[in-house]
C-alpha cells in the first residue's frame, strides 16, 4: 500500500487511465482521500500525452481502452520515462498477466478487486 506523502511534500501524482466513468471516479477518490493527487485519463492516447504533461510518480492502466490499448499505451509511456505502472484489468489469463507484465507493468492486478487491496 502507497503510504500518503507528509503534509510539508507536495502530493504525488497518480494517473488513473480507465474508460468505465464510475469506477475512474472511485479509485481517483480513494487515491485523493489518501492524501494522494489523483488525475484521470479515459483511453490510451489521452494516457500517454497525460503522463508526458505529468509526469505521474504511479499510473494504474487499465488494459481494455478505447483509442490504445493499454499494453500499447504502456509500452509509449515506458519508452520515453521510468514510471511504475499497475495494469488493473478484468483480463485474468496468464497469458494475459505475461504480456501486461512484458509490456512494461510493475504489477497486475484484475477485476473485480477490493479497495483496500488497491
Do not use: C, H
Amino acid at each position: 500500500m502507497l503510504n500518503a506523502p507528509s503534509a510539508s511534500v507536495n502530493a504525488r501524482t497518480i494517473l488513473v487511465v480507465e474508460d468505465e466513468p464510475d469506477l475512474a471516479t472511485a479509485i481517483a477518490q480513494r487515491i485523493t482521500a489518501q492524501g494522494w493527487r489523483a488525475r484521470v485519463a479515459a483511453d490510451g492516447a489521452s494516457a500517454v500525452r497525460a503522463a508526458e504533461q505529468l509526469k505521474p510518480d504511479l499510473i494504474i492502466m487499465d488494459v481494455m481502452l478505447p483509442i490504445m490499448d493499454g499494453i500499447e499505451a504502456t509500452r509509449r509511456i515506458i519508452s520515453k520515462m521510468p514510471v511504475p505502472i499497475l495494469m488493473l484489468t478484468a483480463r485474468d489469463a496468464e497469458a494475459d498477466k505475461i504480456v501486461g507484465l512484458s509490456a512494461g507493468a510493475d504489477d497486475y492486478m484484475t477485476k473485480p478487486f477490493s479497495p483496500r487491496e488497491l
